[in-house]
């Protein structure tokens, strides 16, 4: 849509116009409407001007075959709806069958509004403007909003690796926060990684001291290096697992200790696209070892051959565990 | 010549931000040949233009119009599964040629910018109108709403579709 702007016409002719097409073209008129028709058409340049613009708006559906443009056109909007749907569900576990087609599809729409992203089973590092170093795990994604006052990292999807730059360009310091639905993680000059799901977001603090502030309540916690808080919006608390052990993903590694079947597929999940499940029957077997993040449906192989199962292969997309 | 001096504008400019607007592009489209595509679209698409209100803020400037063709993209590519999609239920003695599907979804990319931002019913309403030719009375029966607002519904279709084309905001 080039070129310069056509000359602009009085709104009541454009709305008279408008309203001619509904009564001829949408309904219909009868020969004392028509009469009164041409004779509006006629009675000023302007109206055969509005009324051609509108005739040339309507011809844009012409020549097309009308069940299959109108089938797909109605499928659009549901994509899209779905699209958003899914975005609030991607950290939850468990996506359930059609759903799970649309991932792959789900994050370009919010990436507009991130500053970085990953895609499913991408993990990437990057140095901000302040120095700080960030890595982001699969299908993560952050928005930066940086000014005089504050470092501030919303985290809008998945998990973030940070280590706190000593921001030399600032005239005065700036306090570095990340920022998720559930509240704040403030660095106190540290290394921590901060991780968004469903219900909370997890933290992880190898060096340093954060200060956690839940998003519905005014107090504050601290955490010390080598623990681990669960943040929800009311509160936080702290975690059995050592901290060094949620940032095993940095290095590759998904890090499993007695944990059930079904857990571990979840958080493999999380590097691929599409479905991956598991018979009820299997799902509790205790499942431990340092597994490989790289190549998912390999990992996947793996704990098949080492636990007696094997994999179902449904579609390329849709994968489950059973007993061989 | 005035058009001398701006396709010396325009080569400052792609000197000056094509690396930058690239990886841009691709941070947003996680793919390195897209990205490359786009920012090239990005630079034709300002060659094109005809006024030369270059650029306070060059590189506001290019994201603009590239996150544009970016969101194009996406619309093509959700197009183009929603017709295949339609098509794979079809019995193939009236699958279009693959001619035909080209130019039906260069359509579709036009109508769908266009009915973008109406709400579902009015859309709808509006789609039943021109595509399948339903009058006033048979629409409001399908969707189950008075005729007296299946006219509105398409009144303000056909205004908002006349913004866009006839009173674009540069």
């Known amino acids: 849509m080039s070129g310069p702007t056509p000359p602009a016409l009085p709104e009541h002719v454009i709305e008279q116009a408008i309203d001619w097409q509904v009564k001829l073209a949408y309904n219909d008129a009868d020969p004392a409407t028509r009469q009164a028709f041409e004779h509006w058409l006629g009675s000023h340049a302007q109206h055969g001007q509005a009324w051609q613009r509108i005739q040339s708006l309507t011809s844009r559906f012409a020549g097309m075959p009308p069940r299959l443009a109108m089938q797909t056109l109605q ?9 958003r749907t899914l975005l609030k569900l991607l950290s939850l576990f468990v996506i359930a069958g059609a759903g799970s087609w649309g991932v792959g599809s789900v994050t370009p729409w919010q990436r507009l509004n991130a500053d970085y992203s990953t895609r499913t089973g991408e993990r990437r590092q990057w140095r901000l403007s302040d120095d700080s170093l960030i890595d982001l795990n699969t299908d993560s994604a952050i928005a930066l909003l ?16 940070l280590l706190s730059g000593a921001d030399p360009q600032a005239a005065r310091k700036r306090p570095l926060q990340v920022a ?27 060096e340093g001291a954060v200060r956690l502030q839940p998003a519905d309540s005014t107090t504050t916690f601290l955490a ?3 623990e681990s808080w669960w943040l929800t919006a009311q509160d936080a608390q702290r975690l059995p697992t050592p901290a060094s052990e949620t940032a095993a993903w940095r ?5 499993a200790r007695q944990q059930p079947l079904r857990a571990v597929l979840a958080e493999l999940q999380r590097y691929r ?14 499942i431990s070892g340092n597994f490989q993040l790289d190549d998912p449906d390999a990992t996947l192989a793996f704990i098949a ?3 007696g199962l094997r994999v179902q292969r449904l579609t390329r997309y849709w994968l489950r565990l059973v007993a061989a | 010549m005035p058009g001398e001096s701006r396709s010396d504008d325009i080569e400052r400019l792609y000197l000056d931000h094509h690396g930058w607007l690239q990886g841009w592009l691709r941070s947003r489209l996680n793919d390195s040949a897209d990205a490359a595509d786009l920012a090239q679209d990005t630079f034709v698409r300002i060659l094109r233009r005809r006024q030369s209100t270059l650029l306070q803020e060059p590189r506001a400037y290019l994201r603009t119009v590239a996150r544009g063709l970016v969101i194009d993209l996406w619309r093509r590519r959700d197009i183009e599964q929603a017709w295949l999609e339609t098509l794979a239920r079809q019995p193939e003695r009236e699958a279009p040629s693959p001619e035909t599907s080209l130019l039906v979804i260069e359509s579709l990319m036009a109508i769908d910018r266009m009915l973008d931002a109406l709400k579902p019913q009015v859309r709808e309403a509006f789609l039943l109108a021109q595509l399948e030719g339903l009058s006033c009375p048979r629409i409001a029966e399908r969707l189950g709403i008075s005729v007296a607002t299946v006219e509105r519904h398409l009144a303000r279709a056909l205004r908002h579709c006349y913004a866009l084309v006839f009173e674009e905001q540069p």
């Open chain 1, 146 to 161: 940086f000014d005089a006052e504050q470092r501030r990292i919303e985290l809008l999807r998945g998990e973030i690796l």
């Open chain 1, 305 to 307: 051959q080492a636990h």
């Open chain 1, 180 to 206: 998720t639905r559930f509240g704040l993680f403030e660095a106190l000059g540290t290394r921590f990684s901060v991780r968004l799901d469903e219900q909370g977001a997890r933290l992880g603090l190898l």
């Open chain 1, 224 to 226: 010390q290096a080598g």
């Open chain 1, 273 to 286: 696209h599409g479905y991956l499940g598991c018979d009820p029957e299997v799902a509790e077997r205790p």
């Open chain 1, 251 to 255: 290095d590759g590694l998904l890090l």
């Open chain 1, 75 to 83: 499928k659009l909007p549901e994509a899209r709806l779905q699209r």
